[in-house]
């Protein structure tokens, strides 16, 4: 929940609003009608802060992982997750997906029942489009240490515009052929 008294609001369409730490979730920037004011005109968010959320003070649990019993075999897992929403930060609009993860893994595997509540903690996180499959990398590959990973995020159209962003982390096995032809 945000602190109201820490919620910038804008005054005007030509109003300019800055912030030092916008990840902060305490600092997030909305337009009134997001923290719940009453509806009026319609007024547009502008932002000149500089916006830094490699870290946004959200702490995932850890994915749990299970042994590989075929480690010494290089082979691909695709994982599909069709029901992913988190919240973009500027807006408070909610964002909806396909989130794919690909790997190869290496000596653990990913448990799928902690990956579906890892991906559904992001419901309630506020976090842009382009983050969420970075932040995806980054708790898959401190999970399972795969030899390769994957991830795609592709979002429903808002705005008129739909987003698909990938992440990778390693290098396919030569030996292996990917699972998709996009690898």
């Not at 870290?55 to 994982?79: F, K, M, Q, S």
Request: glycine share 8%.
């Amino acid at each position: 929940m945000l602190n109201p008294a820490s919620v910038a609001t804008v005054s005007g369409s030509d109003s300019l609003i800055g912030r030092q730490n916008v990840c902060d979730p305490s600092l997030i920037l909305r337009s009134p009608n997001a923290v719940g004011q009453p509806p009026g005109r319609k007024r547009r968010l502008h932002t000149r802060a500089t916006i830094d959320c490699s870290t946004d003070g959200y702490a995932p649990p850890v994915i749990e992982t299970i042994e590989n019993r075929y480690a010494g075999r290089p082979y691909g897992v695709e994982l599909t997750f069709p029901e992913f929403t988190s919240i973009c930060p500027l807006t408070g609009a909610p964002d909806f997906g396909t989130i794919t993860i690909t790997y190869v893994p290496s000596e653990r595997l990913l448990e799928q029942k902690a990956l579906r509540d890892f991906l559904t903690g992001f419901r309630a996180r506020e976090i842009f489009q382009e983050e969420v499959v970075n932040a995806i990398l980054d708790e898959v590959v401190a999970s399972c240490n795969p030899i390769f990973c994957q991830v795609e995020g592709v979002f429903n159209t808002r705005g008129g515009m739909g987003t698909r962003a990938v992440a990778r982390h390693g290098e396919h096995p030569p030996e292996m052929q990917p699972l998709s032809a996009e690898v």
